[in-house]
């Protein structure tokens, strides 16, 4: 939706009675100077949006990782159950970048998050790459909003600029450290008279703007934690809600998005549940009304330590290269935890969205078993063995790695034909794990026939030549082929039939 050029008296007023009937419990009615917004005109536009569509957009949820590393199995986790409850509610599951960081970011991480996203199986409705009616998808991309909303908030009170200097912010960390207190700001630029602020801000003093913390914060009910308050301005000083560097933070970014995306639940890590008092004072400066909360229990490792990014096999990617099926690695930590009708192994994503139901989540940290996952892999590769349609597209993936694998090994190319590498498919399946067990030397008798000369056998035995007619007639003669029946018979009984035929 595009704004005019400019806008006159009758539509500014229009769109601050818009504004104000966001919410129509707004706590606070903002007034909007017009010189502010007739050089900035995107705000605006999101408000008008926001109201004309406020009821009609139903459940929305979000995913908002950092691309300052690659997704891990605790993120997968986090956009799994939104992907889910979205889906179980006829929804909508948003992808969001929130790299306000710049000094972190990892160049390529945001289009590696979607893709293994995508890889899952569980991509997302709106994105920075699908696009969609709320965008743009990436806070940075988003920087004149929020400047916007933070003059708001300075407006009315609820925010101030801060000219603390970084020494000065350092001292009070080292003293309230030697007085074994808990750093905090305290809050001494609250206090700067509106003509101080103005002859610093001409002098283009250095500056942050922080949020000013009320006390009386109302208690809120989070869909797996219950009733919560927590007294933040008690405990912290006015956080910073846009740096230095003109970015916001993670406090006013997520909430200005959230309301204008029409983000109807919030489901994250629960290690947010202690900030969601300090946002609801944000919400509540803003006159909006909060989106519902559902903070997640921790994913923790099988000894009980967290999740790390230091370790190295906790990556999607990892998973994925290692011939991981994405359904198996969503049952496993699904599996685990808590949230469904029914638990058992073998679920894929249709049966996890039917299952699903929020009100059961529990507040206890859901243990991830990776000795399992080989187990939930060759689970679930039998499934797709067994399916047609699936079973196409795994013959293709093999068909790539065994070029990769083998190349100009591969002499004969019959063996790259579909009809085989499907029959190989099925008689090992439920005896592999992954297709890459296939690419295994104990399974390189597959790929690559052997060359022997016949003079080679005749040193071994004189009778090498008759033994080959006779294998060959066995082999052309009706009933199981000669693999099903090793198979079929095992090597235990294998060599006692042969070790019998050697005695007589």
Known sequence: MRCRNSLGNRQLHLLRILWRAVDHRAAHAVTLPRQKFQCKQMWLCMVHRRFLSSQSYGVRVRFAPSPTGFLHLGGLRTALYNFLFAKKHGGSFILRMEDT???RLISGAADRIEDMLEWAGIAPDESPRNGGDFGPYQQSQRLDMYHQAADILVQSGAAYYCFCSPQRLDLLKKEALRSRQNPRYDNRCRSLHHDQVAEKLGQRQPHVIRFRLEEGVEPFEDMVFGWNRHEVAALEGDPVIIKGDGFPTYHLANVVDDHFMQISHVL????????????LLMYRAFGWKPPTFAHLPLLLNKDGSKLSKRQGDIFIE???KKGCLPEALLDLITNCGSGFTKNHPGRE?????SDFDASRLMTHSATLDLEKLPEFNRMHLVHRINNAAKCDSLVKDLKGHIRQAYGTQIQEKDVLQNDYIKRVLHL??????????????DYAYLWIRPSVQLEQLENVSSEAHNILA???EYVSSQGPSVAEMMVSLGPTEIQYRLQRAMER
């Not at 994503?349 to 969205?353: A, G, M």
């Not at 090992?428 to 030397?441: F, Q, V």
């Open 101 to 103: 960081d710049q000094s």
């Open 268 to 279: 994250r890590g629960s290690e947010w549940l202690i900030s969601t008092s300090k946002h």
């Open 318 to 320: 990892h998973f994925a």
């Open 349 to 353: 994503i249709v049966e996890l969205i």
């Open 428 to 441: 090992r399946k439920g005896h592999i794990t992954c297709l890459h067990d296939l690419l295994a030397p």
């Open 470 to 472: 006779l294998a060959m």
